[in-house]
C-alpha cells in the first residue's frame, strides 16, 4: 500500500494493477516480446580492463552478437507483422474542432487526449480553483454512471482516466487496451455531453481542494511554487492561485461547476488517439462531440503584466529551512530562443547539472538544487532554485548571481554542452515511447497554434546550438538586478 500510494496511485491503485496483469492474455504478451526483444534493436555498453580495450571494438561486438543471434531471412516482415507505426493525419472537423490519427499497432492498446483552450483563462479573478475544481469533478460520473460504477467500469476494463486544468487549457485523457475502445468511447462521450456533476460528489471534491490547499500550505516548496504566479503577474489567468483561496473555493457548488463546464465546452480543441485503435469509430466520436456545440471562437493568449515588487518572503514556522527561487523573465514558446533556453536548462539542472555541482557539491550550500523552465506562448520565466539552512541563504543567493555572471562571460564546458543535450533528446524519445505521451503532445501543440512535432523540433534545434549560442543567450536574459526573488523562510 505504501508503495502505491508513495507513487501517486489513488486508493484503488493496487487492485487496478493486479487487474491490469490478469487481463494480459498469450497475444498481448507475444506482441511485447515481438516488439521489443529484436537484433536491431539491442544496444550495448561495456565496461573493459585498459589492458583489453585495443581489441574489443564495435565491429567485434556485433559481429560476435550476429552470430549468436542471426537475424532472420524474413525479419523485416516479422517485424511488420508484430506491429507497424503510421504516419500521423490530422482531419479538420471544422469549427475550430480538430482530430489527430496517430496509428500504432505495437501493443493492442489506446490513449485518447482531448485538449481544450481555456482553463484558467475563463474564469474571473474571484473564480479562482473553479477550473481545477471541475476538472476533478468531471470524471465522477455520468448521467447513467455513478461514481462508484465509473470506477468499476475502468476497473474491470484495465482503463485509466484522468481531466485536468492549466491556465490556459483544459484536458482528458484516457489509456486502454484495444478490444475495449468501443466501451470507453461510449463513456468518454457521456462524460463530456452529459457530466452528472452531483452534488455529492462536487462537495466531495471540494473537500478534497481544500485539503490540497492545506497540504501544499504545509510545505516550503509546494507553498512558494503555489504563491509564485501571484508574486511574479500582476494580471490575467496567469496571476490566479491554480487551487484557489480556501475561503472562496469552499463556498463552490454545483451551479458553478456546471457554469463552467458549459462554457468550457464550446472552446476550440484537438483529439489526438495513438495506438491500435478503428478509425470509424474515433472519426464517429469526435463528429459526435463536434456537432454538439456551436462553432468555436478562435482563442487568443494574452500578455500578463510583470508584478512590480522584485521580492517577496514567505513564513513557515517549525521549519529549520529556507528555499529561494530567483526567476528570471524569458519569453514564450513561440520565441525562437525556446531551444536554447531548453537546452541552458538542461546544463543547469539535475544533479549533475552546473547548479548542483556548483552550490551543493563544490561550496556545500543547500541539500537540493535545480533550475526549472516554465513556459506559456507569450511569456516564461527560468527559475534557479535551492533549499538550504537559513544561516546559508544570503550565501545562496550571491552564489545565484556569481552562475549568472559565469554564464554571460564563459562558455559551458563541452562536456557538460554534451551531457545537456544527450539528456534533453534521451528525455524527449524515451518519454515519447508512451502512448499517452505522443498523443498528449500532438494535442498540447496543435490546440496551441503549433507544429504537430513541435517538441521534437526544438529538441533537434538543440542539438545544433553552440556554447557560444548559449553564452549570448545567458547574457540576454540571466541579470540578477531584474531578476525576480521568492524566499521561504521559518
Request: hydrophobic share 45%; with cysteine; net charge neutral.
Amino acid at each position: 500500500m505504501g508503495y502505491f500510494r508513495f507513487n501517486g496511485y489513488d486508493p484503488d491503485g493496487e487492485a487496478r494493477s493486479l487487474r491490469a496483469v490478469r487481463l494480459v492474455d498469450a497475444k498481448t504478451l507475444q506482441a511485447v516480446i515481438a516488439a521489443t526483444f529484436r537484433p536491431g534493436n539491442l544496444k550495448a555498453a561495456v565496461l573493459v580492463p585498459k589492458p583489453d580495450a585495443a581489441t574489443i571494438t564495435a565491429k567485434g561486438l556485433i559481429d560476435e552478437a550476429s552470430r549468436l543471434w542471426p537475424p532472420r531471412a524474413n525479419a523485416g516482415a516479422g517485424a511488420a507483422a508484430a506491429g507497424s507505426v503510421a504516419a500521423p493525419e490530422v482531419v479538420d472537423l471544422g469549427g475550430g474542432h480538430t482530430l489527430v490519427f496517430l496509428p500504432d499497432k505495437t501493443l493492442p492498446y489506446v490513449a485518447v487526449s482531448l485538449k481544450y483552450n481555456g482553463g484558467d483563462a475563463l474564469l474571473a479573478k474571484e473564480q479562482q480553483g473553479l477550473a481545477a475544481l471541475s476538472a476533478a469533478s468531471l470524471t465522477t460520473g455520468t448521467a447513467k454512471m455513478t461514481s462508484t460504477a465509473l470506477e468499476d467500469f475502468l476497473a474491470d476494463r484495465a482503463a485509466t482516466l484522468s481531466a485536468q486544468s492549466g491556465r490556459d487549457s483544459f484536458g482528458l485523457g484516457a489509456k486502454f487496451p484495444s478490444r475495449f475502445q468501443k466501451d470507453l468511447y461510449g463513456l468518454l462521450s457521456d462524460l463530456l455531453l452529459a457530466p452528472a456533476f452531483r452534488k455529492e460528489e462536487v462537495d466531495r471534491q471540494v473537500h478534497d481542494q481544500l485539503a490540497a490547499i492545506k497540504d501544499k500550505e504545509d510545505h516550503p516548496l509546494s507553498l512558494a511554487l503555489r504563491r509564485l504566479n501571484p508574486f511574479l503577474f500582476a494580471d490575467t489567468s496567469y496571476a490566479y492561485q491554480r487551487l484557489g483561496d480556501p475561503a472562496v473555493v469552499r463556498n463552490f457548488a454545483q451551479k458553478d461547476v456546471t457554469a463552467f463546464w458549459a462554457k468550457q465546452r464550446e472552446m476550440p480543441w484537438v483529439m489526438a488517439v495513438c495506438g491500435d485503435f478503428d478509425p470509424a469509430q474515433v472519426r464517429h466520436l469526435a463528429d459526435s462531440l463536434a456537432a454538439a456545440t456551436k462553432p468555436a471562437q478562435p482563442f487568443a493568449y494574452r500578455m500578463p503584466k510583470w508584478g512590480g515588487a522584485h521580492a517577496e518572503t514567505l513564513q513557515l514556522p517549525g521549519r529549520n529551512q529556507t528555499h529561494l527561487l530567483m526567476i528570471f523573465p524569458v519569453p514564450g514558446i513561440e520565441s525562437s530562443d525556446t531551444a536554447g533556453l531548453e537546452l541552458l536548462n538542461e546544463a543547469l539542472a539535475g544533479q549533475s547539472g552546473l547548479l548542483f555541482s556548483r552550490l551543493r557539491e563544490g561550496e556545500s550550500l543547500g541539500y537540493s538544487v535545480t533550475s526549472f523552465l516554465w513556459q506559456t506562448m507569450k511569456i516564461g520565466f527560468l527559475a534557479f532554485y535551492i533549499g538550504t539552512s537559513p544561516d546559508k541563504a544570503e550565501a545562496a543567493v550571491e552564489s545565484f548571481k556569481r552562475v549568472a555572471a559565469d554564464l554571460r562571460k564563459t562558455d559551458l564546458p563541452d562536456a557538460l554542452l554534451l551531457r545537456a543535450k544527450n539528456v534533453l533528446a534521451g528525455d524527449y524519445y524515451r518519454g515519447r515511447q508512451r502512448l499517452a505521451s505522443r498523443s498528449a503532445e500532438a494535442a498540447r501543440s496543435l490546440v496551441a497554434g503549433l507544429p504537430l512535432d513541435h517538441d521534437r523540433r526544438l529538441v533537434e534545434a538543440a542539438q545544433e546550438l553552440s556554447a557560444e549560442k548559449l553564452r549570448a543567450l545567458a547574457d540576454k536574459y540571466l541579470h540578477p538586478e531584474s531578476a525576480y526573488l521568492l524566499t521561504v523562510k521559518p
